[in-house]
């Protein structure tokens, strides 16, 4: 009989993860436009920025998620600059208990940051993003830090979420050295969960569970096969499941022989969908390894991302939130 959302809920807390990747900074700047005078050095008008807040992104999104729902211990494990955006960031993610003692911190990296721009007389973002990127391949001695806490410390994790953010060809903290050891990790601890999200490289994953939603599985699709092929990408990427969500219609779940899909919750006028991946990921990764069942655990993850699409940024679930949507 499947589990109650009140049953996953109390098993949350037994439970420990670690995201590994792209750890990011989103930041919004809300910005009065009656304040755009131009530069007496340049004559460019200037972007007045009269407020800023700030919240873990990326795989630090996830954190944030699977802290707020209950898990026991959530920590991160990716590259911070030497920059100010390194000290906003920290602080975002310890404010949440996350664990911030395997971001390895480097001058040959900046801190992947998004910046937004809200207009301060509409409340919307208008503006160009301003993002703080890195092109360039991670230094070899970054790379080799983030590989020795990923062999020393992934053992003591119940849970490992993959979180390959950058969508630049280098400048991720998920190499292919990295990459290759979270796949002969995922292939020597099969009960172990590891969870996959990569924006544009999801068919380089292999071992893993993987979550792409289905603008990404039909890239990587057409990629191989020059076709749309769920299954022959699940077996290409040796996954024993594979979830596609797709937005307000739901997931699909791809098990062997089998696809499903499992509807969303339906949700009046959503607010921001930019960060129900993540929401998702966090409820479904923990409800599989709760429960054991795929279908169980995509539900349960479509009932958290309903909750965070209904909120401004990215925003998080608590289990008392929950718990009144799974009843509604």
């Not at 390194?86 to 003692?101: Q, Y």
């Amino acid at each position: 009989m499947p589990l109650s959302a009140a049953e996953i809920l109390q098993a949350f807390p037994k439970y420990s993860a670690l995201v590994v990747g792209d750890i990011c900074l989103d930041r919004w700047c809300t910005y009065d436009p009656a304040a755009a005078e131009p530069s007496r050095e340049t004559g460019i008008p200037r972007v007045g920025v009269v407020s800023t807040s700030v919240a873990p992104g990326g795989g630090g999104n996830v954190a944030s998620n699977l802290a707020a729902l209950g898990v026991s211990r959530s920590a991160v494990l990716g590259v911070l600059g030497d920059d100010a955006f390194a000290h906003e960031l920290t602080r975002s993610l310890n404010a949440r208990g996350i664990s911030t003692d395997l971001l390895v911190r480097s001058d040959k990296a900046q801190t992947f940051t998004y910046t937004k721009l809200i207009n301060a007389a509409t409340g919307m973002e208008d503006a160009p993003r301003v993002d703080f990127i890195n092109t360039r391949p991670l230094a070899d001695s970054v790379e080799q830090e983030v590989m020795e806490y990923l062999r020393e410390f992934a053992v003591s994790f119940d849970v490992i979420f993959v979180s390959d953010q950058a969508d630049t060809r280098r400048g991720g903290v998920v190499t292919p050295g990295v990459r290759a050891l979270l796949e002969d990790l995922a292939a020597a601890n099969t009960q172990k969960i590891v969870w996959a999200d990569s924006r544009v490289r999801v068919e380089r994953f292999r071992n893993m569970i993987l979550k792409p939603n289905a603008h990404e599985a039909s890239a990587a699709s057409i990629g191989l096969f020059g076709e749309v092929d769920y299954q022959r990408l699940r077996s290409h990427a040796n996954s024993k499941l594979m979830f596609v969500t797709k937005g307000s219609e739901g997931v699909v779940v791809v098990e062997e022989g089998a696809e499903s899909l499992v509807p969303a919750f339906q949700v009046g006028h959503p607010v921001n969908v930019s960060g129900a991946g993540d929401s998702f990921s966090a409820g479904a990764a923990l409800a599989l390894a709760i429960t054991g069942s795929a279908l169980e655990a995509a539900r349960f993850g479509n009932l958290v991302a309903s909750i965070t699409v209904q909120k401004r940024g990215t925003g998080v679930a608590s289990p008392e939130e929950v718990l009144a949507a799974s009843s509604a």
